[in-house]
C-alpha cells in the first residue's frame, strides 16, 4: 500500500490528464468506478476528494483533509456539512471565467443577430425565406447591434467582470453591476457602473446576465415580479445554475400578452437539464446544455489542478462559509 496520501475522483468525474501530471508525483490518484462496494473503499482511505460531494460522500470519508472542485459553483457539495468537520472546500473560481464570459458574448450575439435562429429556419426551410429569418411571431424586428446597448450584471466576480471588460471595450456598451458583496469604488474603477438596487438594473438594461453562485438567498433571484420590471425587449442570459431563475415564471411571462412578444430569453443551464423543468413554450435561443466552460484551455478537469495544487501551495478561493476570504497554509500532505 502507497505511504502517499490519496485523491479520489468522485464519479462520474474524470481527471483531465493536466491534473495527473500536476498531482502525479506527490499523491496515489484513485479514480472509482460508481460501483457502491469499489466507491466506499476508495471513499475510506480519501484524504482530498475531487468532484461533486454530497452528504452521503463526505459521511463515507472519514480521514479527508480537503474536498477540490472541479468549478467555481459549490451548490452540489455539502459544504455545510464539511465546515462542520474543518474540512475546506476549495473551488476553482478564476480558471474558466474568460471561457464563461465569451460564451455570454456568444449568446449575446447569437440573440441580436438572429444567428441560431436562422440557422434553425433555415434547416426547417431548407430554403433561404428572406426576410423571414430575422421577423416573425417571437423573433420581430431587424438584427441588431450590441454598440450601444446597456447590460445589466448579476454578480461581479471573476466571470461578471470579465464579461464587463468585454462588453465595454469590445462592443462599447454600458455596463451597470449589481453585487451587493463588492465595493462600489472596485466597481466604478472597472469602468462599471454600481447599481445597488436590482430593482432599477432590470428596468435599465437591454441584457441581463447572471454570474452569482446559487445559494439559498440567489435561488430564483430572478421571478415573475423581476421579469416584469424589465424592459419588453430586453435578454436574459443565465449561464449561472438554472435555480438561479424561476423557469415557469419566465415560461408564464414570455407567454403572456403583458409581455410583448418580443421578449427574448437566452437560458442557458450550467447543469444536467431537469426532468422537472417544463418544456418550454417559450421560443429562446440558447435553452440547451450550457458548455460555457469546457473549452480546450479552460475545462473544469483541468481546473482540478488548480485547486488542490492552490490549497497545497495556500493560496486558495475558500467556499465554507466560516473560512470564506481566509488563506490556507496547511499542506495537504504535511
Ligand atoms: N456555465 C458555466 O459553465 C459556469 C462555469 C463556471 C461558473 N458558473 C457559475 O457562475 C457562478 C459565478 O462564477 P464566478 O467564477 O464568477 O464566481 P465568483 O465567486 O468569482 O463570483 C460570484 C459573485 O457573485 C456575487 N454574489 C453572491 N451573491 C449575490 C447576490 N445575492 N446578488 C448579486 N451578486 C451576488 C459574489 O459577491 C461574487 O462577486 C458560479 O457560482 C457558478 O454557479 C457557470
Known amino acids: 500500500m502507497s505511504d502517499r496520501k490519496q485523491v479520489v475522483v468522485v464519479p462520474p468525474y474524470e481527471l483531465h490528464h493536466a491534473a495527473r501530471e500536476v498531482l502525479t508525483p506527490e499523491f496515489a490518484i484513485v479514480e472509482p468506478s460508481a460501483d457502491p462496494d469499489q466507491l466506499a473503499k476508495a471513499l475510506a482511505g480519501a484524504h482530498a476528494l475531487v468532484g461533486l ?17 472541479p468549478g467555481s459553483g459549490w451548490d452540489q457539495i ?7 468537520r474543518g474540512i475546506p472546500v476549495v473551488n476553482a473560481a478564476g480558471a474558466q471565467h474568460a471561457a464563461v464570459a465569451e460564451h455570454a458574448v456568444g449568446l449575446m450575439l447569437s440573440l441580436v443577430k438572429r444567428i441560431a435562429v436562422s440557422d434553425r429556419l433555415f434547416h426547417a426551410e431548407k430554403r433561404f425565406v428572406g426576410r423571414d429569418h430575422f421577423t416573425g411571431d417571437a423573433w420581430p424586428g431587424w438584427p441588431e447591434e450590441l454598440g450601444g446597448k446597456t447590460i445589466g450584471i448579476i454578480g461581479f466576480g471573476f466571470i461578471g467582470r470579465d464579461l464587463a471588460r468585454k462588453c465595454r471595450l469590445g462592443f462599447d456598451m454600458t455596463v451597470l453591476a449589481y453585487d451587493p ?3 462600489p469604488d472596485e466597481v466604478a474603477r472597472q469602468g462599471v457602473a454600481p447599481v445597488a438596487d436590482l430593482d432599477r438594473l432590470l428596468g435599465t438594461s437591454d441584457f441581463v446576465s447572471l454570474h452569482l453562485p446559487l445559494t439559498q438567498a440567489t435561488r430564483h433571484i430572478i421571478g415573475e415580479r423581476e421579469l416584469r420590471l424589465m ?6 442570459i443565465n449561464l449561472s445554475r438554472a435555480g438561479t431563475v424561476a423557469e415557469e415564471a419566465l415560461v408564464r411571462q414570455a407567454g403572456s400578452t403583458s409581455c410583448r412578444s418580443s421578449r ?7 447543469s444536467k437539464p431537469q426532468a422537472e423543468q417544463p418544456a418550454s413554450a417559450v421560443r429562446t435561443d440558447g435553452r440547451y446544455p450550457a ?26 478561493h475558500v467556499a465554507s462559509p466560516s473560512r470564506r476570504n481566509t488563506r490556507a497554509s496547511s499542506r495537504l500532505n504535511a
Open 53 to 69: 460531494v454530497s452528504a452521503d460522500v463526505l459521511a463515507a470519508s472519514p480521514v479527508l483533509e480537503v474536498i477540490g472542485i
Open 78 to 84: 455539502d459544504v455545510a456539512g464539511a465546515t462542520a
Open 181 to 183: 458583496y463588492v465595493d
Open 231 to 236: 424592459q419588453p425587449h430586453s435578454y436574459l
Open 264 to 270: 427574448k430569453a437566452a437560458r442557458a443551464s450550467s
Open 291 to 316: 458548455a460555457s466552460s469546457h473549452t480546450s484551455s479552460r475545462c473544469p478537469r483541468r481546473a482540478c489542478p488548480l485547486t488542490c495544487a492552490s490549497f497545497m501551495t495556500g493560496t486558495i
